[in-house]
């Protein structure tokens, strides 16, 4: 019988301390006892007093809790799967049978000895992964819930009563046809792929649903696939340092960028200017050198106002403008529409006349432009150019003849130069607060520098006109030439978005090659029953986007008109339930619906209190898997440094598992394979732990049994580590040894790998002429869609989000990182509680706390017409007047009530994030999970504050007048 088979209560060290033992607190005491030293038998008047501290003296055996500490019996490499953009490669050192500690293991190697060391890398998050390893809320053993949902009523049941309720229900599901019933939810592969894809290749192979988590998060900026027709390519933060100018834009870089922060601070040093946009006086505003508070949500008109003076000024580069951008495009003034060529004669010759676009040249000639999508071979298309051979007006108010007659057009450079003549300095002084003198003298500065980078973060994400924001934003990068060089770039750093290895990850996960993807943000909308209480008009922009085959919702409609409900979930590696936007209706509308919901988890977080069945997966310490992020270039490795805690599986072993026993019981049940109504394929779940553990790739039976050969398999099968032109290949050993620089960029970045310099995306189109992924081949400010003309967006512009979301209450709601979590992950950390308040806190500024009688640490109750929670008040005066800051992720059991920092946030999304572009075809625009979809809003929300003592209608009554349950009472 191997150790970890043993049971837990029965392993013991060479110390005879067992390892629950340890859980629970008595390791210590326990080594205490060893070494001689117990109070317990000492008089405390009975110490000797001793002269010589570094002499020999009774209780000198002390020193030796100090010394265990640096004494070990194996070092193991490890990282943490969290979703922070951090990727930092850890050592973990083991005694006994024990993680004792971990430490930044500091060999990264260096790119470029002229840029800052990349060693070491990591936070105080990492340092103490240790806790959760042995921790109190490991999830040791399956467990079947056994009270209601979220009353942590549970009973431990074994593998085989766990895997087998599960299997006989997969079954069932899919030989009713309900296989597109069967959701999996896990976020970000970047951070370990093989454990992302462990669930993701089941739920593949039974036809089911795989869910998105960029948008769904709000970590997706919608501006960039609109403009530059790509999922945020970002440089390696080592390039920072090459700036000689930085904005920092709504990213919290000392909070949310720890590992990484060196090199915001080095650029300073070495003369670059860093300028700081937040709405508080945050803890990366006192490091910059000059620090604008917008007011929130104000960020598109601050970013046009800066637009508006660097061309008012001219200081914009005309070259970059006509080359790279849609700025020379016609747009016709009767419809809105880009002039086609197909409509002036230009392009007969083209694929598609319709989707070839037109500019006029210097003497006046109207040109096609180079590089349209009508005449190229599909989205991307390294064989064409951008190219010109002629000079492109940019300044454009003229008439043209067509088939229909005469038809005046302008440029989209006259287009933006009217709508940039709205934002005047007073205009933007009156909406966002930002001095006049200073915004300009910023754009100025910016415009001035050689190499000019904005880093930006969630700030601008959360608001309802995220993608108006975002899109303003890149103007500034675009209008100044600002791409493609070291140093320069709009840079977006929120969450591992997107992984280096992708065609390993991609073919592990889905080896079918036929997705049921869904936008998570639109599915949780639809099946929580909001699409019936939203306002007409977005209501009938969703259904149109689904009637259209714009965006996909499952389970899809059957041929008579019906829509079964959702009726499984698997969630693994996230914590869906805790950051579902309106968990009201979630709680209330979806989760009813799931008949089964399983939680893959190694601490029971407020997802696993939600679930039917939580089975015990082992820790990062505890298994093999890679981590990756854009960050940086490197990938290193996990690596077992013990074995799994109690009865607790990797997620690869755990869905393998499952596997086998899915394709037993429908032997045993003598199932029929299924076709699937969508892709031409069966779903024969009598062959479906074959299937699993067979390589797609190489048709090898058997070879993808365990985590390991799985890590292998990504690495062997991606570019960027087995270049197909190189001799070159990363091993899973390799990445032991020492991080690995990757040695090439897949076709899904934008620039090269290259030795002694940090990653810069762009390179592909501003270097090399090739076009950008877009409609019209180029950066494209101007969107001609329907929808976006209807609503005014075809040019980026200001707008006032949704008023009175949430009820007409005097405060906005704020919900940003903390420096404590990487989303819920070490949000019940003793360490990290002790760090901060130790409970769930909202931050208010002097003047709003005084006006409602709320002292410092004060319980209040936060509360609008969506629900209520009870915190503790922290007065915060770097913050602005009439903004509740409520640092989110705070499990839902943490709260009095179970309700948490969602539920004073309803659901909505914003109907341009619906679209496919073009219309017909959508190469630009088009749903493909986490690169383009809706994104779930936190922000835009009223509250109000007030103590929960000595107010009318308190305790019980308070929750009842704003529609939330008393505690454990039932919402009505």
Known sequence: MSEHDIDDDRWMDSSGITRRDFVRGLGAASIVGATGLSFADEEMDGLQAVDDPIGSYPYREWEDLYREEWDWDSVARSTHSVNCTGSCSWNVYVKDGQVWREEQAGDYPVIDEDLPDPNPRGCQKGACYTDYVNADQRVLHPLRRTGERGEGQWERISWDEALTEIADHVIDEVQAGR???????????AMSPVSFASGSRLVNLLGGVSHSFYDWYSDLPPGQPITWGTQTDNAESADWHNADYIIAWGSNINVTRIPDAKYFLDAGYEGAKRVGIFTDYSQTAIHTDEWLAPEGGTDTALALGMAQTIVDEELYDESHLKEQTDMPLLVREDTGKFLRAGEVGLAADADDPDKVFVMVDEDGELRRAPGSLGERDGQHDPESSIELDFDPQLGVDRTVETGEGTVAVRSVWENLREELSQYTPAFVHEETTVGENTYQRVAREFADADAAKIIHGKGVNDWYHNDLGNRAIQLLVTLTGNLGEPGTGLDHYVGQEKIWTFHGWKTLSFPTGSVRGVPTTLWTYFHAGILDNTDPDTAEKIRESIDEGWMPVYPEEREDGSRPDPSMMFVWRGNYFNQAKGNVAVE????????????????????????????????????????????????????????????????????????????????????????????????????????????????????????????????????????????????????????????????????????????????????????????????????????????????????????????????SYNTPHSRWSIHSMWRENTKMLRLQRGEPTVFLNPEDAEERGIEDGDTVEVYNDMGSVEVQAKIYPSGDPGTVRHFFSWEKFQYPGRDNFNTLVPMYMKPTQLVQYPEDTGEHLYFFPNYWGPTGVNSDVNVDVRLTDGQSGSGDEQRESVGVRPAGGDRQ
């Open 588 to 811: 209330e509308q979806l989760w009813p619906k799931l008949d089964l919901v399983v939680d893959i988890n190694f601490r029971m977080d407020s997802t696993a209190m939600y679930s039917d069945i939580v089975l015990p997966a082992a820790s990062h310490y505890e298994k093999h898997d890679l981590n990756m992020t854009d960050m940086h270039t490197y990938v290193h490795p996990f690596t077992p440094a013990v074995e799994p805690l109690g009865e607790a599986k990797s997620d690869w072993e755990i869905f393998r598992l499952l596997a086998e026993k899915i394709q037993e019981r429908a032997q045993e049940r003598g199932v029929e394979p299924v076709e699937d109504r969508s892709f031409d394929r069966e779903i024969d779940l009598t062959t479906i732990y074959d299937d699993y553990v067979r390589d797609w790739e190489t048709g090898e039976e058997g070879a993808l049994e365990d985590g390991r050969e799985a890590s292998e398999f990504v690495l062997e099968h991606s570019e960027e580590s087995n270049p197909a032109d190189s001799d070159e290949q990363i091993t899973f050993a390799d990445t032991v040894e020492q991080p690995q620089r990757l040695e090439a960029a897949g076709d899904h970045w934008t620039s090269d790998i290259e030795d002694g310099a940090p990653y810069v995306p762009w390179q592909d189109y501003v270097q090399d002429k090739q076009p950008w992924p877009t409609f019209t081949g180029r950066q494209q400010y101007y969107v001609d869609h329907d929808w976006f003309l209807e609503l005014g967006e075809e040019l980026p512009t200001h707008k006032e989000g949704p008023q009175d979301t949430g009820g007409d209450y005097p405060l």
């Open 179 to 189: 296989y597109d019933a069967i959701s999996g939810f896990t976020p970000i592969p």
